[in-house]
């Protein structure tokens, strides 16, 4: 059987996320064979597993960072935003159907069975498992049958660690706080406490390391620096739309409302040069070297939005200019002449697409999930040089495209993926641009094309994630009491 250890926060964002992966991290480093676990993960941000099973992405970075292959064990239940107050929900990769918030917050609990058996998969397998919790551990309207934060620790016996983020105030607050609104036997299962995201000099927070011990009677198992780590992180889209065109090369991600898997576009930011912002105004757009119109969980919604912010006309104006465009899944549909849902699998309707691809999209209710790999065939425009190259992906998404243009990539399977027509690209493959040679030919011509040398040295996306993933474990591993994480983990609640 595995010992359990689990991370809650005090808020969404406080870091439960990159504190867990690092733990996988370091559990791995000491020789234990170690899993992640999230009961139930609210993101857009999804994976497809080998066997075509879709989970959140956290998990996915916190499997890689313990050396593992992710399964959807790790993560059972996935909820989807599919609107202001309703979701998608997935169980163990397959879809349940879409139900409102106030649905799901009653049905819940029969899904514990379904939230046991994954968790008793990893506990059969491993040494370790670092447990994530979401959110608050006392949001007090939502504690009816909770199975993601106290409940999961008490379902798993799981010692729990809690995290305050120090970067955004009130960190006493918001830990002392929290321990004065959990239930006596809930702040039992407490067994220290972790201040996160410290900027400046650590000794400085001695005094606050004494008054948070004395006042919660909890250990402070560590202050954790503002980590600069390369890690992909739920709530990591915050820091990126920060993100200016300061750069020799400016690509812009269009940041739909209902944005998705935007982690495909971290490759980029790797290159010396070249900078990714994510634009949601008409007058932030600007002239950018290449835009990329990302993946939806709302297709249609979000090509109203596209149109109605003026954001369609500006994109195209654009394209007119010779910019090029590249559309990943939704962004791919939204790219074609026509968009139905006649099943209503994504609320129903019809709608015009941008008209820059022959390709019409028509929503089916059975979700394709698949990992494959295939070829670019020939194809023009900016990227002609992209024509040939093996690639590789994954695929989520209702719809079915017929395009009768020029195909962009011939599939392993047999099936042809995405389209282009002069400087317009589309395809549904997630994770496309992740393989060295597709971001570097794309960087390279981006280069070319405004006279500039290609200095950069090409990147292995998979060896790049590998030195971040230590890079993180050496920074919280030195500013956190491993020892006394041990201890917890040996004599558990």
């Known amino acids: 059987m595995a010992k359990p250890i689990m991370i809650q926060g005090t808020m969404s964002n406080a870091g439960k996320s990159l504190i867990a992966a690092a733990l996988c991290r370091i559990f791995k480093q000491d020789g234990y064979r170690c899993a992640p676990f999230k009961s139930q993960n609210m993101a857009l941000n999804s994976y497809i597993t080998r066997e075509g099973l879709e989970m959140g992405r956290a998990q996915v970075t916190q499997a890689e960072a313990a050396g593992i292959e992710p399964s959807v064990s790790m993560n059972p239940i996935l909820l989807k935003p599919t609107t202001d107050c309703g979701s998608q929900v997935i169980v163990n990769g397959e879809v349940r159907g879409n139900m409102t918030a106030s649905r799901y917050f009653r049905h819940k609990r029969e899904l514990i069975p379904d939230v046991m058996r994954a968790y008793r998969e990893l506990d059969s397998q491993y040494d370790v498992i670092v447990i994530e919790g979401a959110g608050s551990p006392v949001e007090l309207n939502l504690l009816t049958d909770d199975i993601v934060n106290m409940g999961m620790a008490r379902l798993a016996h799981s010692p729990v660690l809690l995290v305050g983020d120090i970067d955004r105030g009130g960190v006493f607050a918001q830990l002392l706080g929290t ?46 620096p503002y980590l600069h780590c390369d890690i992909d992180d739920e709530d990591s889209l915050s820091e990126k739309l920060r993100q200016t065109a300061d750069s020799l090369i400016d690509i812009a991600v269009i940041r739909l409302p209902r944005l998705s898997n935007f982690t495909d576009f971290d490759v980029f930011t790797q290159y010396e040069g070249v900078s990714v912002r994510y634009v949601s105004k008409t007058e932030a757009l600007g002239r950018p070297d290449f835009v990329i119109l990302p993946g939806t969980k709302s297709t249609i919604s979000d090509m109203r939005w596209l149109r109605e912010s003026g954001m369609e006309a500006a994109v195209k104006r654009l394209v007119s200019d010779g910019v090029p465009l590249f559309g990943i899944c939704g962004g791919y549909q939204m790219l074609g002449e026509r968009i139905s849902d006649p099943s209503g699998s994504e609320g129903g309707g019809e709608i015009r697409g941008m008209e820059l691809l022959p390709a019409r999209t028509v929503f089916a209710e059975q979700k394709t999930r698949t990992q494959i790999s295939g070829n670019i065939g020939n194809c023009g425009g ?44 589309g395809s549904y493959l997630h994770g496309l641009f992740d393989r060295r040679e597709i971001s570097e030919t794309i960087v390279k011509a981006l280069m070319t094309r405004k006279g500039l040398p290609y200095g950069s040295a090409a990147i292995d996306r998979r060896a790049y994630k590998e030195a971040q993933y230590d890079l993180l474990a050496d920074e919280v591993r030195s500013s956190i009491d491993m020892a006394l994480v041990y201890r917890i983990l040996e004599q558990g609640i």
């Open 179 to 224: 321990l004065s609104l959990l239930e006596e036997a809930e702040k039992n299962m407490v067994k220290g406490l972790i201040v996160n995201k410290f900027r400046g000099d650590r000794r400085l927070f001695d005094d606050g390391v004494r008054i948070l011990e004395q006042r919660g009677g909890k250990p402070v198992v560590g202050v954790v």
């Open 382 to 425: 900016v990227f002609a040089a992209l024509s040939g190259q093996p690639c590789e992906g994954y695929e989520i998404h209702m719809g079915h495209t017929d395009t009768g243009g020029n195909r962009l990539v011939t599939l392993s399977d047999g099936r042809t993926d995405g389209a282009w027509q002069g400087n317009v690209y």
